[in-house]
């Protein structure tokens, strides 16, 4: 059993001041030695989130942040299983009238075909994902 991070959860700690050390350390505390991941959509948004800040410096300083956090946590792929994992879900989602928003329905496809639980502070979205747990920090 593992984590795969949403986004919420890394930039709220991010915005709050902390180091990828001290929010990996959190989660330790929180959930005890357990996997943690990140899908390669996770980082795509947070440097989406870089390229819309208002300074240079402001950018540079997210943009350290991701490196980091890509070098210390491992990042998962989206692999032809997950992508259809994901398109499986999305369309019989979307037969019940229930839409996803794409990055969403990618992690938590991602931590759905790893075996782990995603953790974020978006559980709303994510909750319309069929068999996915959900970890709050």
């Known amino acids: 059993m593992g ?35 990140l899908s390669v959509v996770t980082i795509a948004e947070l ?6 800040t208002k300074t240079p410096a402001q950018r540079q300083r997210r943009l350290e942040f991701i490196e980091r956090l890509s070098s ?6 989206v ?6 994992l994901a398109g499986r879900i999305e369309g019989q989602q979307e037969a019940i009238g229930i839409r996803l928003a794409f990055e969403d329905l ?22 319309k994902i069929p068999g996915l747990s959900l970890v709050q920090l």
């Open 106 to 127: 990618l992690n938590g496809a991602t931590a759905l075909y790893l075996g782990y639980e995603v953790a974020t502070l978006n559980a709303r979205d994510f909750q």
């Open 47 to 52: 440097v989406h989130g870089a390229y819309r």
């Open 79 to 84: 692999t032809l299983d997950i992508a259809r």
């Open 3 to 37: 984590i795969v991070l949403d986004s919420s959860v890394i930039i709220a700690a991010e915005r709050q001041g902390r180091s990828v050390r001290q929010i990996l350390e959190q989660i330790e505390a929180v959930q005890g030695e357990i996997e943690i991941g």
């Open 72 to 77: 210390d946590v491992p990042t998962h792929p």
